[in-house]
């Protein structure tokens, strides 16, 4: 019976372990990564370790009707709504503790072709841009069951709108019509869910993506087309990276040095190419910027005090071991198997970097070196994200 007694207590203190260590006896900080998989069936769900890798929850798949796209959380972590694939629908689940989409409460007809959505930080009104006929939707949310209902109809807005954010604060909306060469900024009524546009701002030649830092006082903008000729070089081109600080009316100021460029690899020589994302860490201390064509990362310290947000490119050296060369300066390689990346997110304990390939099925991880804002690659490098991943959502 000893013996019994002794078994048993040891197995219970193997099973208590188990739930607090994830795989590679990290344990999981609570924080799930959602994939979305455009041409497949849902999500598929990570857990984030405390170091900052990945390892697949029990909750993953999650089965959706239609391949989703964006989805946001209703920050009172309630609600998960998401856009699918064509653009045609928003899909309202409520989210159970462990991070379930437990019940789907309605589809709501929104398409085709809609954009992006955004949640008030008071999880009370939802926007969708709506780029194929200029319009903007605007939904309130039921605070006891999380439905949708539409306020008033469509507001034309006279921008082909692909991709929208918020301030922290939920008042401030910015818009980004990569046609029109134009991020359109709007004040958001607390009340009545209005959304009053408040300036248009001029920017770049095909500007792809706005990245609003997570204090939301900068504003960045990245460019495929845009570059700068970089003197003495033969005419090798470097990006341009366009940064505003923001204003509490929505107004943006372009920074003194704005546009940015980007360092040549160290390794290569090479410039980097078409940049498409990126993303700030949540301390507003770094910005990441993906590069699609060179397949690479570009690291930039923020600056926080003379001229804020400015931004200076992250340093390092090459070193060589064994005839094989690696750097520590920005910009960092995508890794092995890296095509096309596209997507990328940093997580909320500011330690590692994920990196998403749609193309390759991928997501690539990194670890952010928190003092210098370095990238390395985490072991395993990548996880895999099955069936088109076009977004990371980290609830």
Same mark, same amino acid.
């Given at each position: ?5 002794? =078994?048993?207590?040891?197995? =219970? ?9 994830? =795989?590679?006896?990290?344990? &999981? ?7 979305? &998989?455009? #041409? ?13 890798? %990945?390892?697949?929850?029990? +909750? ?10 964006? %989805? ?16 045609? *629908? ?26 992006? %959505? ?12 709506? @780029? &194929? ?8 949310? /039921? ?10 109809? &469509? ?22 019509? @990569? ?27 095909? @500007? ?6 997570? *204090? ?7 460019? !495929? ?7 003495? !070089? ?6 341009? +990276? ?24 160290? %390794? ?27 397949? !690479? ?14 931004? #200076? ?14 750097? #520590? ?8 198997? =890296? !095509?096309?990346?596209?997507?990328? +997110? ?10 998403? /390939?749609? *193309? ?8 952010? /070196? ?26």
């Amino acid at each position: 019976m000893k013996r019994l007694i002794g =078994c048993t207590a040891a197995l =219970c203190l193997l099973a208590m372990l188990a739930l607090m260590v994830g =795989c590679g006896g990290v344990t &999981n900080t609570g924080t799930l990564a959602y994939i979305s &998989n455009s #041409t497949g069936t849902g999500f598929t769900v990570y857990n984030i370790n405390t170091d900052g890798t %990945l390892t697949r929850s029990s +909750i993953s798949p999650q089965d959706t009707p239609q391949a989703p796209k964006i %989805l946001q959380f209703s920050p009172n972590g309630k609600w998960a709504y998401f856009l699918d694939a064509a653009g045609t *629908n928003i899909y309202a689940y409520t989210r159970a503790g462990n991070g379930t989409l437990q019940t789907k409460i309605d589809a709501y007809p929104v398409g085709p072709n809609a954009s992006s %959505l955004v949640i008030n930080s008071a999880s009370t009104y939802l926007y969708v841009a709506l @780029p &194929n006929t200029n319009m903007l939707a605007v939904y309130s949310i /039921d605070p006891s069951t999380g439905i949708l209902s539409q306020v008033g109809s &469509n507001v034309t807005i006279g921008y082909a709108i692909t991709q929208l954010v918020l301030s922290p604060g939920g008042t401030i909306m910015y818009g980004l019509s @990569p046609t029109q060469q134009t991020i359109v900024s709007w004040t958001l009524n607390a009340s009545s869910g209005l959304a009053t546009q408040t300036s248009v701002t001029s920017v770049g030649v095909h @500007p792809d993506f706005l990245i609003l830092s997570a *204090n939301g006082n900068y504003l960045y903008v990245t460019d !495929s087309r845009s570059t700068y000729t970089v003197p003495a !070089s033969g005419g090798a081109t470097t990006p341009n +990276i366009f940064g505003f600080n923001t204003t509490s009316t929505g107004v943006l100021d372009a920074m003194p040095d704005s546009p940015f460029n980007e360092n040549a690899s160290q %390794l290569t020589g090479i410039y980097p190419s078409v940049p498409v994302g990126g993303a700030t860490s949540h301390d507003n201390r770094y910005l990441f910027i993906i590069n699609q064509g060179s397949h !690479s990362v570009s690291a930039f310290k923020i600056a926080t005090s003379l001229n804020p947000g400015e931004l #200076t490119e992250v340093l390092g050296s090459v070193t060589t071991v064994n005839g094989v060369s690696t750097s #520590t300066a920005s910009p960092f390689d995508c890794g092995a198997g =890296c !095509s096309t990346p596209s997507f990328g +997110i940093v997580a909320p304990s500011n330690n590692a970097f994920y990196l998403m /390939d749609e *193309n390759a099925n991928m997501i690539f991880q990194f670890a952010i /070196d928190q003092n210098t804002g370095r990238l390395r690659q985490m072991s395993p490098a990548s996880v895999s994200a099955e069936g088109g991943p076009t977004w990371i959502t980290v609830k």
